[in-house]
Each structure stands twice: as C-alpha cells, then as structure tokens.
C-alpha cells in the first residue's frame, strides 16, 4: 500500500492552511497545530524543514509565524513531501543506496518504475492551491492524470 507518513500529511495540512490565508498575517506553529489537532512539537520541527527548503518565509517576534514562500500555484505536493521526507521513492527497485540486488533477474522493475514516475508526475501537477480549494474536486494541470487514476493505480491489488 503506497502511504505518506504522518509527517507529510501534517506538511501538506499545513501548507493548505497557509494557502488558505491568502495574504493574512502569519500563522504561528501553535495556531495551526491546534487548529487540526497536530502535535505542537512536532508542526514545529516540520515548519523549520519546510522554511530550509524555502517553502515557507520564517518570521520571528510576537507577530512572527511562518506564510507560502512563493504563490500557493506554484508549489507542489511533491516538493513538500520531499522538503519533509527528503528523496521520495515510491518502490524498493531505486534508494538512496543504489539498485536492489535483484535488478538483473526481477521481472517488475520496469513497470513499477513507470509506476513510481507516475506518481512522482502526479504530485508535481498538484499545487498546494489545489489542496486548498473549495471544490471536493481537485483539477489538475493535466487531464490525463486524476485522483481517480491514483486510486485505480494504488488499489488495483486491493
């Protein structure tokens, strides 16, 4: 099962609550910890990744809190779940460590490496502004990707 890390997830609530301020003052780690239930600490240290990747603009003093570096547009799913969890891979064929020991004689390589690039694409074309739309329905740059075809992609074996 393809699954982010409750890391990510609380990176990409958060970046859609920002997104979400369109242009508001800034939010402190506190303020939207509380504001969906995340731990303190642990937002905090996420804030602090995602401001290194220069995702977010760090503001210090007792108006100080984090806001979108760049136009909630143009940053995407992707580059917040690679800030937090640094390089993603989405199979075991390809890590930080090299090919597996089973490359020259696995017959699914190739297709789960079409797979992972899917799904990297995917979350390249979804723009924080799309989290942080009103409609239930997300639109992507690109038709031919969609939610609907993640959920076929990831539950097919399901």
């Not at 609550?17 to 402190?28: I, K, P, T, V």
């Not at 694409?121 to 979804?126: D, P």
């Not at 502004?129 to 609907?148: G, I, Y």
């Amino acid at each position: 099962m393809l699954k982010l890390t409750k890391k990510a997830d609380y990176g990409l609530i958060a970046m859609r609550h920002f997104a979400a301020q369109r242009g508001a003052a800034s939010c402190s780690a506190k303020d939207v910890a509380e504001a969906y239930g995340i731990p303190q600490e642990a937002l905090a240290k996420i804030l602090q990744r995602l401001a290194r990747a220069r995702l977010l603009l760090s503001q210090h003093g007792t108006r100080g809190g984090y806001t979108l570096a760049r136009d909630a547009r143009s940053i995407s799913a992707f580059e917040v779940i690679q800030a937090i969890e640094g390089p993603v891979f989405m199979t075991s064929c390809h890590t930080s460590h090299g090919d597996c020991e089973q490359g020259t004689r696995c017959t699914v390589r190739e297709p789960l490496r079409k797979l992972s690039e899917k799904i990297e694409q995917a979350l390249l074309r979804m723009k924080i502004a799309d989290l942080a739309a009103d409609s239930t329905e997300v639109e992507f740059d690109s038709p031919t990707s969609t939610p609907r075809e993640l959920v076929r992609l990831t539950s097919a074996g399901a």
